[in-house]
């Protein structure tokens, strides 16, 4: 039984669902209030996130043989999710760990909540040319890649417009730090490969150990 508070949550999820439609054709005064007027929820963020993982499936799986070619023996879907999850955590966390050294206002929450934000005209795009896909011709091909090109431009540039203003920075300002950002993306990859090579490591020594200890106890 929905209980008034649960219809009001509700409500406030819903509403802070449809203000994404918002933020994708307003973006300066979308994201401003999406994080300052607290507009804004992880519920609605994670929901945009569900649909373009979703999206980013579905797509392998009911676009055009001829469009997108694909062989599913060589397809591994958890790499396929993950091709969206770890970039968006890595952006997220080194996106505000840098700025918050360089007086950006935005907090981690805001950042997460905006980036997946900007993702909702991926979807958007994707699922009506996943259909679109199985009535085009070959010479018509070019017309859905520019379509997919501009689902994903979209989400970029509507990316760099919510970090300037979450954190409150001028334009030449967060674009300098949209490109440290990145540098700190990669930073962050070479410390998890650095952490989890010398992991590994560790437990093949370990590993070997315990079969040395084994071999001269026998």
């Known amino acids: 039984m929905l209980t008034s508070a649960r219809i009001e949550a509700f409500k406030r999820y819903w509403k802070s669902f449809k203000f994404a439609f918002y933020c994708a054709t307003h973006p300066i005064d979308g994201f ?4 300052h007027e607290k507009r804004g929820t992880y519920a609605a963020a994670n929901t945009i996130l569900f649909l373009t993982i979703l999206a980013r499936i579905m797509k392998l799986q009911f676009t055009s043989f001829v469009v997108d070619p694909v062989y599913w023996e060589d397809i591994n879907i958890f790499l396929y999710i993950a091709s969206i999850v770890f970039p968006l955590a890595i952006w997220v966390v080194g996106n505000w760990a840098l700025t918050t050294l360089f007086d950006g206002k935005g907090r981690l929450g805001q950042v997460y909540i905006a980036t997946c934000y900007c993702m909702l005209p991926y979807p958007l795009i994707q699922f ?7 009535m085009v011709t070959k010479d018509e091909m070019q017309f859905h890649t520019t379509l997919s090109a501009v689902s994903l431009i979209w989400v970029l540039v509507w990316i760099v417009f919510a970090m300037g203003q979450i954190h409150e920075y001028s334009f030449g300002k967060n674009i300098l730090f949209t490109i440290a950002s990145l540098f700190a993306m ?17 437990v093949a020594y370990f590993i070997s150990f315990g079969k040395e200890a084994l071999f001269r106890m026998s």
């Open 32 to 35: 401003w209030d999406l994080t």
């Open 128 to 134: 009506p040319l996943i259909i679109l896909s199985n």
């Open 186 to 202: 990669l930073v962050i990859v070479f410390i998890l490969l650095l952490f989890f090579s010398m992991i590994s490591q560790g």
